[in-house]
């Protein structure tokens, strides 16, 4: 015999998902995808033989390094690909190092990828200075002046804008500083490829392909020609002694196509989200004892964070994540080390309870007011399970 309708459990249905981490990966772009699977079919061959497979792979690799370069604005060869946007970073930097009496001049919010080469350069006997930041997280032009002045042979690694923050730095004024100076720039422009314009004056320049919409495993790593660079390693026969190993021609082909079709629509993508960005810094305004992060104006369009006193942000991450929303938290505490973010630490903010939304390109008004609300919920019921503070 059969249940009767009325008479079945209901089976509980997961709630709908809502992606709020563009930041740390932009879902994968409809084009990359196609891109991806014909590229498959047509560019899995090696690159640097003479037969008819190995040529049109070429034409390919080729057509991604010029689609690449022009959003990048340099030359086509001054563009490699790399196996991730970290190993573009460690590639470029160190490369930068060429000599231990080079100092590295570095902002305290710069991605991990840039304070491990730091690392290793002293570990080489070399000097590096880190560069404050303001509170709101926009470096300190003071310091880097001053730390400029201090002596000859200087590389100086800013980000274009920080992903935890949203802060985007003065990059003109970083620009002529280095000028001036006659510094070579590093500049990760991992928040910026595809959403706002390069900065000027670089020298070298990374960059991930997942952060734009394209596939993991793709970085890119540009150097301009003239600039005092020299690979660090064991150089390769491969087409580019930058980035040893075969080349993984489709997914360089379908990170490019991404790139392409993500920049053909970023300042209308950016006004909109902007839009977006500021109705909800407004809602999480409201919540009490919360401090945003990030300047008010120059900041990117599609992140908003904030801290929330009397609250661990990997819990409001975990109970986010059980309503359906996926969100970052700046934190980043682990099991291994139990220590705040470096950036948030930098700027001086509340380092735990802190959470970072950024919207992906998709992201709609009625998703993020369905967030605030679960938000303000989740804080309250966190903290009352504190009991009267």
Do not use: Y
């Given at each position: 015999m059969t249940d009767a309708p009325g008479d079945r459990p209901e089976t509980p249905t997961a709630p709908v998902r809502t992606y709020l981490d563009a930041g740390s990966s932009e879902p994968l772009r409809p084009v990359a995808r196609e891109t991806l699977l014909a590229a498959l079919d047509q560019g899995w061959a090696d690159p640097l033989r003479l037969h008819s497979e190995a040529r049109r792979a070429r034409m390919m690799y080729d057509n991604a390094r010029e689609v690449v370069a022009a959003e990048l604005g340099c030359r086509a060869d001054e563009v490699s690909?790399?196996?991730?946007?970290?190993?573009?970073?460690?590639?470029?930097?160190?490369?930068?190092?060429?000599?231990?009496?080079?100092?590295?001049?570095?902002?305290?919010?710069e991605h991990s990828s840039v304070l491990h080469v730091?690392?290793?350069?002293?570990?080489?006997?070399?000097?590096?200075?880190p560069l404050d930041v303001r509170r709101d997280g926009r470096l300190d032009l003071a310091a880097l002046t001053e730390a400029l002045s201090a002596g000859?042979?200087?590389?100086?690694?800013?980000?274009?804008?920080?992903?935890?923050?949203?802060?985007?730095?003065?990059?003109?004024?970083?620009?002529?500083?280095?000028?001036?100076?006659?510094?070579?720039?590093?500049?990760?422009?991992?928040?910026?490829?595809?959403?706002?314009?390069?900065?000027?004056?670089?020298?070298v320049a990374a960059a991930s392909a997942h952060k734009w919409g394209g596939p993991a495993g793709v970085g890119v790593l540009a150097v301009r020609r003239g600039v005092r660079w020299r690979p660090r390693g064991i150089a390769d026969e491969r087409l580019d002694p930058r980035s040893p190993g075969y080349e993984n021609v489709p997914a360089i082909l379908a990170?490019?196509?991404?790139?392409?079709?993500?920049?053909?629509?970023?300042?209308?993508?950016?006004?909109?989200?902007?839009?977006?960005?500021?109705?909800?810094?407004?809602?999480?305004?409201?919540?009490?004892?919360?401090?945003l992060i990030g300047p008010p104006q120059h900041r990117l369009?599609?992140?908003?964070?904030?801290?929330?006193?009397?609250?661990?942000?990997?819990?409001l991450v975990t109970e986010l994540d059980r309503r359906g929303f996926a969100v970052a938290?700046?934190?980043?505490?682990?099991?291994?080390?139990?220590?705040?973010?470096?950036?948030?630490?930098?700027?001086?903010?509340?380092?735990?309870?802190?959470?970072?939304?950024?919207?992906?390109?998709?992201?709609?008004?009625?998703?993020?007011d369905a967030f605030a609300d679960a938000l303000t919920e989740v804080v309250a019921q966190v903290r009352a399970r504190l009991g009267p503070l």
């Open positions: 690909f790399t196996s991730s946007g970290t190993a573009a970073v460690h590639t470029g930097l160190s490369g930068l190092l060429r000599r231990r009496e080079v100092r590295l001049l570095h902002s305290a919010v730091a690392q290793a350069h002293v570990s080489d006997g070399g000097e590096c200075v000859p042979d200087g590389v100086v690694a800013v980000q274009a804008a920080n992903l935890e923050s949203g802060a985007i730095h003065p990059l003109e004024e970083v620009a002529a500083a280095c000028a001036d100076a006659g510094a070579g720039w590093f500049v990760d422009a991992a928040a910026v490829v595809g959403r706002a314009p390069m900065p000027p004056g670089w020298s990170a490019a196509a991404a790139l392409q079709d993500m920049a053909a629509d970023a300042a209308a993508r950016a006004k909109r989200q902007r839009v977006l960005a500021d109705r909800l810094r407004d809602r999480i305004a409201a919540i009490p004892d919360v401090e369009a599609h992140v908003v964070a904030a801290s929330f006193l009397f609250v661990d942000g990997e819990v938290s700046g934190s980043a505490c682990t099991a291994s080390s139990l220590e705040p973010s470096h950036v948030l630490a930098a700027m001086g903010v509340l380092t735990h309870g802190n959470v970072r939304v950024s919207l992906p390109v998709d992201a709609a008004e009625a998703e993020l």
